[in-house]
């Protein structure tokens, strides 16, 4: 079972970059995805989820707006893209997943993660 992002880099102020997660070993149709980010010297803070089943995604207030997440079930894949980037938005950033199947569960209670890609937005 492994999850593995993708996609991070540099990118200037008002960029946009696209972060993919790839899924082994189970299938994704079957939890709850969703991206989180851990700015330095913060904590890890869930920005955007799509629960099982695929209703609406949610998105923190943060990056509302300017980030959108997706799936594609056939490829078990996840994907976020992210417009409009903003310095504040630099963290590294993670997938993850939960069995049960719903969002805005707490960083904990996921059940398997991938291991970070950094995203740095800076001119």
């Known amino acids: 079972v492994q999850l593995q992002a993708s996609g991070g880099g540099l990118v200037l102020p008002g960029g946009s970059l696209s972060l993919s997660c790839a899924a082994s070993?189970?299938?994704?149709?079957?939890?709850?995805i969703a991206w989180f980010r851990q700015a330095p010297g913060k904590g890890r803070q869930g920005i955007s989820c799509?629960?099982?089943?695929?209703?609406?995604?949610y998105y923190s207030n943060s990056v509302k707006g300017r980030f959108a997440i997706s799936e594609d079930n056939a490829k078990n894949m996840i994907y976020l893209q992210m417009n409009s980037l903003k310095p504040e938005d630099t963290a590294v950033y993670y997938c993850?997943?939960?069995?049960?199947?719903?969002?805005?569960?707490?960083?904990?209670?996921?059940?398997?993660w991938g291991p970070g890609t950094q995203v740095t937005v800076s001119s």
């Open positions: 993850a997943v939960d069995r049960s199947g719903y969002c805005l569960r707490p960083a904990a209670e996921y059940d398997y």
């Open positions: 070993g189970f299938a994704l149709d079957d939890y709850a």
């Open positions: 799509i629960s099982r089943g695929g209703a609406s995604p």
